[in-house]
């Protein structure tokens, strides 16, 4: 026993010299390198191309990048926007715009998508068997939106948007595609004179329908959503099994495209509304999907969801006066088209914040997930705008300096949740700010009560329009807002 305790020290102590110690990292530490920088969200990643597509958005420097230099907000009262962003995938993150088209329903791409997940609702039913009679539980199973409000890891999911190059040629049309290739297989069958000949050549059809471009090709079906997100499995030593989830969803799925990967249309709970939505989640692996819920901590059934323009939700509140009901319709938004921020507003309510917040002097605007944010006004001047005019209406596909202005309704106050106590770079939520702020100087809007309110919605009263960054607002009518109750 004392030969094989002193033969373990004495290896022990040939281990443990100095030069043992640096073969053995010169050894090992290049495989634990590369397995970091190959696998590390926060390593370099490798390039990613759609092909036939471009990505849309900026991809250097933000324009919000000095929003927290005083002298950035340049209050010379001529509101300019100083920043757009569109948000592709509901309470994600997102891509940052110089410029935005605007439809009736928001920017473009904004809200376009939304996860869910599905809940289930205990109901009572009465049962009658034979002269026996007593109550059995049944069960209603739902697909409700998810925000960061409950699963605040959302705000990690990293968003782009691939658009079909505009200086590719066409390819051809859908349909003419379909004619042609249907032309082409009842000439092959015509030939045949066997009745297993036509049914191969039905197989062979069948095979090449499911390769068609109107099915694979990015350009044909709109382009591409990507979504990232870090997946980190619990044994993970050193951090070298950390991994780079992309997701790829098709921005206009072809009515083609949606047979092959066997899109549904079910009915999705958005607040008070229950539309009619194309859940696309078959476009996501099992492996990944599970990789999600992990990632976001859900537990029940996950689904991904897009927008169906056939099943709007119309917005019934704090309309222009004489509104006809159901003019104005909004997809995944929470209630209105577009959400409109003042730089000089965050800043206040930044400096209202405790000093031991952790948010204090450093209060990001994209915590408040607008589409447009203003510079050049006083904090909370915005809160008084009833009529506003901003970038140009687009005739046919262009515009030009002397065309008309988009008009915008200016409906009413932003009623805050949570959802801004979310940190946008990590992820986290705070317990308290900065929604305890708000609540104690923002209860400004008896409508909105008990919710605090910052930023403004508004309503496009017009076709189709541009904004950019840098075009100058010019306000046409002020007022007061009182906020009515959400979808009646």
Same mark, same amino acid.
Do not use: I
């Given at each position: 026993m004392a030969a094989i305790t002193a033969l373990i020290r004495h290896y022990l102590e040939y281990l443990s010299k100095p030069g043992m110690i640096l073969s053995v990292l010169g050894l090992v530490l290049p495989f634990i390198l590369v397995a970091y920088f190959d696998t590390n969200p926060a390593s370099p990643r490798k390039a990613v191309r759609i092909p036939g597509c471009l990505r849309l958005g900026l991809q250097s420097r933000s324009n919000l990048e000095d929003q927290f230099e005083r002298r950035s907000l340049s209050n010379d009262g001529q509101p300019t926007v100083k920043a757009l962003f569109t948000y592709p995938v509901k309470s994600c993150r997102g891509v940052e715009l110089t410029a935005s088209e605007v439809q009736a329903t928001g920017l473009n791409f904004d809200r376009l998508f939304t +996860?869910? &997940?599905?809940?289930?609702t205990s109901k009572q039913a009465e049962q009658t068997l034979g002269n026996a009679s007593g109550v059995s539980e049944e069960w209603d199973h739902q697909w409700r939106f998810i925000t960061q409000r409950e699963f605040p890891r959302l705000a990690l999911l990293e968003t782009e948007l691939w658009l079909p190059d505009p200086r590719n040629k066409p390819a051809i049309p859908a349909h003419k595609a379909r004619s042609r290739s249907r032309l082409d297989a009842e000439s092959s069958q015509s030939r045949s004179r066997s009745r297993s000949r036509g049914n191969t050549l039905e197989l062979e059809r069948g095979r090449k329908d499911s390769d068609a471009p109107e099915?694979?090709?990015?350009? *044909?079906n709109g382009g591409c959503l990507l979504l990232r997100f870090p997946f980190e499995p619990d044994i993970n030593p050193f951090g070298i099994r950390t991994e780079t989830v992309t997701l790829q969803i098709?921005? $206009?799925?072809? #009515? &083609?495209?949606?047979?092959?990967q066997n899109y549904k249309r079910e009915e999705l709970i958005i607040w008070k509304g229950c539309p009619l939505a194309l859940n696309v989640t078959n476009e996501i692996s099992a492996i990944n999907l599970e990789k999600l819920k992990y990632f976001l901590g859900i537990s029940? #059934?996950?689904?991904?969801f897009r927008v169906d323009e056939h099943s709007l939700r119309p917005v019934s509140r704090c309309l222009p006066q004489g509104? #006809?009901? @159901?003019?104005?319709? $909004? @997809? +995944?938004?929470? *209630? +209105?088209? $577009?959400?409109?921020?003042s730089l000089a507003s965050v800043r206040a309510t930044d400096d209202e914040l405790p000093d031991e917040a952790d948010a204090k002097s450093k209060l990001d605007a994209r915590r408040f997930r607008a589409n447009i944010y203003v510079t050049g006004i006083q904090a909370f001047e915005e809160d008084h705008w009833k009529t506003i005019h901003l970038g140009h209406q687009i005739n046919g596909h262009s515009f030009s300096a002397s065309s008309t202005t988009a008009e915008y309704q200016v409906a009413c106050r932003t009623a805050r949740c949570k959802v801004p106590n979310v940190n946008p770079d990590t992820g986290?939520?705070?317990?308290?700010?900065?929604?305890?702020?708000l609540g104690r100087t923002r209860k400004v809007d008896e409508g909105a009560y008990p919710h605090p309110c910052l930023g403004m919605q508004m309503i496009p009263r017009f076709r189709t329009g541009i904004v950019q960054v840098g075009d100058t607002i010019s306000v046409s009518e002020t007022g007061e807002h009182c906020c009515e109750k959400m979808f009646k």
């Open positions: +996860f869910a &997940q599905l809940t289930s099915v694979t090709s990015w350009v *044909a098709p921005l $206009v799925p072809t #009515p &083609q495209r949606q047979e092959a029940n #059934p996950l689904a991904l509104t #006809p009901a @159901g003019t104005y319709k $909004v @997809g +995944f938004a929470d *209630a +209105f088209a $577009v959400n409109l921020m986290e939520k705070d317990r308290n700010e900065p929604y305890t702020t």
